[in-house]
């Protein structure tokens, strides 16, 4: 990879800003300068140092956020916060999307990355994989719902949702559930409520694929890198059937 671009691309400025930099000699590759931005570098068995700091690259990010209430997934917003405004610069300069989206209000797990091939795969109607909620609902959740969403049920749309597995946690005049679905229309679960009659009044997703979120180790505004086995286990997700 070129110099230049490998300095633009982890953040150190445009490449017209990377040119001025190379020519002041802090860059250095095996303890020699380098000022040519034409000089193809291998960042991975190669020394690259700026003004001494140690330079790491990588060509994928993989992020595991516990998404607040209040902002946008999306990459940017003209007038409204987004999850990539909690990013470290350090992390935001791989410039990662949202993994599917979590609507304004709702919290949990969400995944960030620059992989689109791994996006893409994780989105594809054709792996149905999975994504359990915690919700609270306003009204009692009974058994008909159960055997309602088991058979899916018709949005206001018309559209007829595939299979959803229903855990009530605690019934009453608001009820606590766990649902389970594989696709992700529009504010989905909110709608699926809404068909039975029943309105969602906090929503958190606490699991996609195999990725579980613990909410010990990750406070709500908090990410982290995904290890090297979570990435496996997330490109080796079977489809599922619920």
């Known amino acids: ?43 991975d068995h190669q020394h690259i140092t700026v ?11 993989y992020l595991l956020m516990n998404k607040p209430a209040g902002y946008l997934s999306a ?43 791994l996006s893409h795969q ?24 159960i055997e309602a969403f088991k058979n899916g049920v018709t949005l206001d749309d018309g559209y007829l949702t595939k299979p959803a597995i229903l855990e009530i946690l605690t019934a009453g005049n608001q009820s606590t559930i766990h649902i389970t679905i594989t696709e992700g229309k529009f504010h989905q679960v909110k709608r699926m409520f809404e068909s039975v009659g029943k309105k969602v009044t906090y929503l958190k997703r606490i699991s996609m694929g195999p990725i579980v979120l613990d909410e010990d180790e990750l406070k709500i505004g908090e990410y982290r890198d995904l290890t090297d086995e979570e990435i496996e286990e997330l490109r080796n997700a079977k489809p599922i059937e619920l």
Request: proline letters at 6%; aromatic letters at 6%.
């Open 75 to 117: 990459t940017e917003d003209e007038y409204q916060e987004t999850v990539i405004d909690l990013l470290e610069m350090e992390d935001a300069v791989y410039q990662p999307f949202p993994v599917g989206r979590l609507d304004k209000d709702t919290e949990g797990l969400l995944l960030l990355t620059n992989d689109g091939q």
């Open 51 to 61: 003004n001494e700091e140690k330079v790491e690259y990588k060509e994928f990010v």
């Open 122 to 145: 994780l989105l594809s109607p054709k792996k149905h994989v999975p994504k359990t909620y915690y919700a609270v609902i306003l009204g009692e959740v009974t058994e008909e719902d």
């Open 1 to 43: 990879m070129r110099i230049d671009k490998l300095l633009a691309n982890i953040g150190f400025g445009s490449r017209k800003e990377v040119k001025q930099l190379l020519k002041t000699g802090a860059v250095k590759v095996e303890g020699e300068p380098i000022k040519d931005p034409k000089t193809h570098v291998d960042p």
